[in-house]
């Protein structure tokens, strides 16, 4: 299994997310995700369900804050799929501490 980061959380991260999830969660495992930082976990888990192209996503994701520090800004919950994902705000993508959540990509 490989563990994947996302750096940027715009349609197309949001979209891989979806798709991981959905269709390859067998083969890969989501370690972080780093978000521009403009909105809190609710919003992100809000753009994450619901796409004007797409449509609702097939699973809920709820946000998190209860871990949130000067790092983590909460985490992206999926219970069903046993799925919880750490969100980040680093604006500079070299200063993001990939190998902390274990990224391999």
């Known amino acids: 299994?490989?563990?994947?980061?996302?750096?940027g959380f715009g349609r197309i991260g949001?979209?891989?997310?979806r798709i991981g999830v959905s269709k390859h969660l067998d083969?890969?495992?989501?370690?972080?995700?780093?978000?521009?930082?403009?909105?809190d976990a609710s919003?992100?888990?809000h753009l994450v369900n619901?796409?004007?192209?797409?449509r609702k996503f097939e699973h809920e994701v709820v946000?998190?804050?209860s871990q949130k520090n000067e790092e983590v800004i909460g985490n992206l919950k999926i219970s069903e799929r046993n799925i919880?994902?750490?969100?980040?705000?680093q604006r500079d993508p070299a200063l993001v501490p990939w190998g902390k959540y274990?990224?391999?990509?």
């Open 102 to 105: 274990g990224v391999d990509v």
């Open 50 to 54: 619901y796409d004007t192209m797409y």
């Open 43 to 45: 919003g992100w888990a």
């Open 27 to 39: 083969e890969i495992k989501f370690g972080a995700i780093n978000t521009s930082g403009s909105m």
């Open 14 to 17: 949001r979209l891989a997310f």
């Open 1 to 7: 299994m490989i563990n994947v980061g996302i750096n």
């Open 84 to 89: 919880d994902v750490p969100l980040l705000a």
């Open 63 to 65: 946000a998190d804050e």
